[in-house]
């Protein structure tokens, strides 16, 4: 993959994330194989490539290619405006999230647990969302800024999907913090505009 393919690739897992937490809003639902494919990404350590954060493929990331492309076209006018007010907050509060070791190392101490919890629950259980909830909890939700999440009440309320939200967005910054590591800027969604739109026209069939 190119420098520009591999930063895509990251930047598509935020809006994936975002693109899920909407549905999950005003659904309360996503599939297992959607929810377990992000999550995943969240307990991927020293991957040898950007591919291998996510399992391989970005065969996952196709809301978010979507997405992203729609932005990138300017055709905004049937997007949901939350999920893109939440990929600006996930961007943001990446950069707070890297600035404080000492929420860093509460993540990486929390991390290799739900991983055990992983191999008796499953990555789509409610029990492995309820710990990444959690641990967005102590450390995101520490910050000024959160994320209001709008949809549903019937839907939010409920501990379960309220979880799965707080993981799905712990597991956007994770690929913002990707994105940023591999060169990856706001401003290149304007500079880079064009290339950006090339690379995605050319991934279809």
């Known amino acids: 993959m190119t420098p520009l393919q591999e930063q895509m690739t ?38 040898d490539t950007t591919l291998d954060v996510y399992g391989g493929d970005d065969l996952g990331l196709r809301e978010g290619y979507k997405l992203l492309q729609a932005i990138l076209e300017r055709k905004t006018d049937n997007l949901p405006r939350e999920s893109l007010r939440y990929v600006v907050s996930m961007l943001s509060l990446e ?11 509460i993540a990486g101490q929390r991390l290799p647990r739900i991983e055990q919890q992983v191999e008796l629950y499953g990555l789509s259980s409610d029990t492995i969302a309820s710990s990444f909830g959690a641990l967005y909890q102590d450390t995101i939700s520490t910050f000024k800024q959160r994320i209001q999440v709008h949809g549903d009440m019937r839907f939010l309320q409920q ?47």
Do not use: C
């Open 159 to 205: 501990d379960a999907t309220a979880a799965k939200v707080r993981a799905l967005l712990f597991a956007g910054i994770r690929s913002a913090r990707l994105w940023r590591q591999l060169g990856g800027r706001r401003w290149h969604l304007l500079t880079k505009r064009s290339a950006m739109l090339n690379e995605l026209n050319a991934r279809r069939p």
């Open 95 to 105: 950069k707070q999230f890297s600035r404080r070791d000492d929420l860093l190392e």
């Open 10 to 47: 990251a930047l598509a897992g935020v809006f994936q994330a975002a693109a899920l937490v909407n549905k999950l809003a005003h659904s309360g639902q996503v599939s297992d194989a959607a929810l377990a494919y992000m999550l995943k990404t969240l307990l991927v350590r020293n991957p």
